[in-house]
């Protein structure tokens, strides 16, 4: 492995750090005449429509980790669905003059970086094709039309019935307003995008797993990513594939073969990118570890178990739906500072983050956990205030110890949980503090810092590093659903002091690194603010033509 590229990575990673004199670099303005479109649409291709669900699919609270539903047919109306719950609009909010939309996976500053793929085999209503997700008019644009043989090919190669759906990304969209730390943000929101992916495809009785074993090239291939007329600075950077499948047990392979590739390579791709702002702005640190990190080629890593089993809540489940609680999931942006969670909340909440083999989403085959969460308690019932560490793979408990403070207690909260008291008091303000001075870091019930097992991660290749913050997101995710669920709300926070959160842990090295912090607690409700439909915009479209 090239040390002169694992060194590059380390070294975006230390210089886009925030420190209480110093922030990392950005625009430090926001230059809202360039301001990225949030939707992406490809001129001069075919476009077929989505249907809207008549009704969401009857599954319960638990549903989104184990489903037990029968497999749904593949079809256009399931498979619209499948994007309507889980990277379609969610709402659109209005203030005065200002209308902005939300989507049901959620993305820093609301710039939605993430874009999204489908390529699908002959099924009821979908021609076989390479489809682009057009959001904004729940629509696929239709991108290529490759041999008939292809299908066949990849349906003998994974072993079943299927579709992929691929994850891109668009660094200028994040970085228009966050600069250099732009990177980091866009792989949190492919992991939130995933774990969307994966609770979706659960309520069609589903299953969704990651081809982890494809190396980047081979997704600009499939996608069309390599013959595509870029507007400069506006280009789609491979992130991910994944097999969509009706079975619950993993495809025959996480990859597809070279004979499957080669007419993919050859099929012409449809379509040109309409242009996303005026001007770009070029940030080079960005480019460069976007190439240091390219994936090549790959063995899939096993997933490590987490055997603990399920924390008996002190209430019963949630009473809303599954695909309900997916529809309300909001970033709060205020929370109640005298509200007090109940403590059954706090440890089903945590106990979700924690990764087993048979539940979603991360069953979907990333790999063994890295991510593990300090939690800083400010108002949970039966729980004293302070700072916590959920330890989600038990196997490094040891080396966090010898990491960590050596003052801290590390006494285990509950018996066959691993979540371990290091000290306690009230640290709202040091939370405040660290998540640069936001008071929604110390007013919620709880926030987490999450922490990456940062210095080994590049023993498997500098791709790594994508991922740790691909698991963030997907532990934001969960956070997210788990508040909805139960009557609070969640709010992803990307700006924090690095290396004062490592101080407060007394982390002195690079084992282990903070990548993302996350806060839940009792919402305050903006009253200004008008809510409206998904795509109540469509109707007004239509009536304005008519």
């Given amino acids: 492995m090239n040390r002169d590229t694992i060194g590059a990575v380390a070294a975006y990673h230390h ?70 719950l889980s990277v379609g609009l969610s709402a659109w909010k209005a203030y005065g003059n200002s209308r902005w939309s939300l989507r049901m996976n959620p993305s820093s500053g609301n710039l939605h970086p993430t874009e999204t793929h489908l390529l699908m085999p002959p099924m009821p209503g979908i021609e076989p094709g390479v489809y682009h997700y057009r959001v904004i008019e729940h629509a696929l644009e239709l991108r290529a039309v490759p041999e008939p043989e292809t299908w066949q090919g990849i349906r003998n190669h994974m072993g079943g019935n299927g579709f992929l759906v691929g994850l891109t990304t668009i660094f200028w969209r994040e970085a228009w307003k966050y600069g250099e730390r732009a990177f980091r943000y866009c792989n949190h929101d492919v992991g939130h995008a995933l774990a969307a992916l994966r609770f979706s495809a659960g309520l069609f009785g589903w299953r969704l797993f990651l081809l982890g074993g494809m190396s980047d090239r081979d997704i600009e291939i499939l996608l069309g990513l390599d013959r595509t007329p870029w507007h400069p600075g506006e280009e789609e950077h491979p992130d991910l594939v994944a097999f969509v499948c009706a079975t619950g047990d993993p495809p025959c ?46 063995e899939t890593p096993e997933m490590v178990e987490v055997r603990q089993p ?33 403590q059954g909340s706090f440890f089903s909440m945590l106990d979700r983050t924690l990764p087993r083999s048979t539940d979603a989403p991360f069953d979907v085959g990333l790999g063994p956990p890295a991510v593990h969460l300090a939690v800083f ?17 038990e196997a490094e408990g040891d080396v966090l110890r010898e990491e960590c403070d050596s003052g801290f207690f590390w006494h285990r909260v509950r018996n066959g949980f691993p979540l371990f008291l290091l000290r306690s008091g009230d640290v709202r303000v040091e939370a405040i503090e660290v998540s640069c001075h936001q008071e929604i870091a110390g007013f919620s019930a709880f926030s987490v810092g999450m922490l990456g097992r940062f210095s080994e991660v590049f023993r498997s290749g500098p791709h790594r590093y994508r991922h740790l913050f691909w698991e963030t997101g997907m532990i934001g995710q969960v956070l997210y659903l788990e508040a909805e669920a139960r009557g609070y709300r969640g709010t992803g926070i990307g700006c924090f002091f690095d290396d004062p959160v490592h101080a407060m842990l007394g982390l002195a090295t690079d084992t282990f690194q903070s990548l993302y912090h996350f806060t839940v607690g009792a919402p305050v409700e903006d009253p200004r603010l008008t809510t409206h439909p998904p795509y109540f915009h469509l109707e007004e479209n239509h009536d304005s033509r008519t």
């Avoid at 019963?316 to 695909?323: D, H, K, S």
């Fill in 15 to 84: 210089r886009t750090k925030h420190d209480f004199d110093r922030y990392a670099r950005s625009p430090g303005y926001m230059d809202w005449a360039n301001q990225p479109d949030p939707f992406r649409r490809y001129n001069g291709t075919e476009t077929l429509a989505l249907p809207f669900l008549d009704a969401d699919p009857e599954a319960d609270h638990a549903a989104l980790y184990r489903s037990s539903l029968q497999p749904e047919p593949f079809g256009l109306e399931t498979v619209a669905g499948f994007l309507e």
């Fill in 253 to 298: 392979a996480r990859e597809l073969p070279e004979t499957v590739l080669e007419r993919f390579a050859s099929a012409p791709y449809f379509g040109k990118p309409a242009p996303l702002s005026r001007r770009t702005r070029r940030w080079e640190i960005i480019e460069e570890t976007a190439d240091k990190t390219r994936k090549p080629r790959t």
């Fill in 310 to 342: 399920l924390q008996r809540e002190t209430r019963e489940e949630a009473v809303l739906g599954a695909a309900q609680i997916i529809r309300r999931r909001r970033s709060a942006t205020a929370f109640d500072p005298d509200a007090t969670m109940d």
């Fill in 377 to 393: 308690v400010h108002r949970v019932a039966g729980v004293p205030p302070g700072i916590y560490l959920l330890v989600r793979d």
